[in-house]
C-alpha cells in the first residue's frame, strides 16, 4: 500500500473509534504523526523562505505569514497527539 492509502485508512479507523467513543490505540496514530510532521516541515520552511523574502525586499505579506505559522502549528499538534486534523479520511 502506498503511504497515502495508509494514512487515508488509519484516517477512517480514527473516525469510526471516535464516533463510538472510543480512544485512539498507538497503532492508530503512526501515519498521522508522520504526516503531521511532513506538514510541520514543510509549512515551517515556507514560512521561513517568506520571512527571509520579507527581510530582503522590505515588503511584509503578513496574511501569508501567518497562514503557513499556523499550518505549521497544526501539523506540529498533528504530530505530537496523533490525531488526524488536516487528512480527514475521504
Known amino acids: 500500500m ?6 487515508i485508512i ?7 473509534l471516535r ?3 472510543k480512544s485512539i ?3 492508530y496514530k503512526k501515519y498521522a504523526r508522520i504526516s ?3 506538514i510541520f516541515l514543510a509549512c ?3 514560512d521561513l523562505i517568506i520571512i ?3 527581510w530582503y525586499t522590505g515588503t511584509y ?4 505569514i501567518l497562514l503557513f505559522a499556523v499550518l505549521s502549528m497544526i501539523g506540529l499538534v498533528q504530530f505530537l497527539i496523533g490525531r488526524q486534523f488536516l487528512n480527514n479520511g475521504k
Open 2 to 7: 502506498t503511504f497515502r492509502e495508509n494514512v
Open 10 to 16: 488509519e484516517a477512517r479507523k480514527q473516525k469510526e
Open 19 to 21: 464516533a463510538q467513543g
Open 25 to 27: 490505540p498507538n497503532e
Open 36 to 38: 503531521g510532521l511532513g
Open 44 to 46: 515551517g520552511i515556507g
Open 52 to 54: 527571509l523574502i520579507c
Open 61 to 64: 505579506y503578513i496574511f501569508f
